[in-house]
């Protein structure tokens, strides 16, 4: 997953940004913000998109339904609706689990 969580620094991110973070074009989080209920950018005087870290969260759960799940963006949208406070709590706890992996793989590196 080319996203980390420590690139959630700024206040506020252009659509540029936001699109280099998940190595996706900028085309496809404006198709996204069309479909999903949950990716709402604010918009500056000129109507540039602002994303905030609460919506690159949102942003990178959506990524995963799609890109690393294999939904279609209907299905997306089901499990959004059905289960997605499910959904979200297991993907969290699951990014946890990787930081502890990668935390101990780099203390093992660290050992003689």
Same mark, same amino acid.
């Given at each position: 997953?080319?996203?980390?969580?420590?690139?959630?620094?700024?206040?506020?991110?252009?659509?540029?940004?936001?699109?280099?973070?998940?190595?996706?074009?900028?085309?496809?989080?404006?198709?996204?913000?069309? %479909?999903?209920?949950?990716?709402?950018?604010?918009?500056? =005087?000129?109507?540039?998109? /602002?994303? *905030?870290? +609460?919506?690159?969260?949102?942003?990178?759960?959506?990524?995963?339904?799609?890109?690393?799940?294999?939904?279609?963006?209907?299905?997306?949208?089901?499990?959004?609706?059905?289960?997605?406070?499910?959904?979200? %709590?297991?993907?969290?706890?699951?990014?946890?689990?990787? =930081?502890?992996?990668?935390? /101990?793989? *780099?203390? +093992?590196?660290?050992?003689?």
């Amino acid at each position: 997953m080319p996203y980390k969580e420590r690139d959630i620094e700024k206040q506020y991110y252009s659509i540029g940004e936001v699109a280099a973070m998940f190595e996706v074009a900028p085309s496809l989080i404006r198709f996204w913000e069309t %479909e999903f209920d949950i990716l709402k950018p604010k918009k500056n =005087k000129k109507g540039n998109r /602002l994303f *905030s870290p +609460k919506d690159i969260e949102n942003l990178r759960f959506v990524y995963h339904l799609v890109k690393e799940r294999g939904y279609t963006i209907q299905g997306a949208r089901e499990m959004l609706k059905t289960r997605g406070v499910q959904a979200r %709590e297991k993907f969290e706890m699951v990014q946890s689990l990787e =930081k502890v992996k990668e935390f /101990l793989i *780099s203390i +093992k590196s660290q050992l003689p």
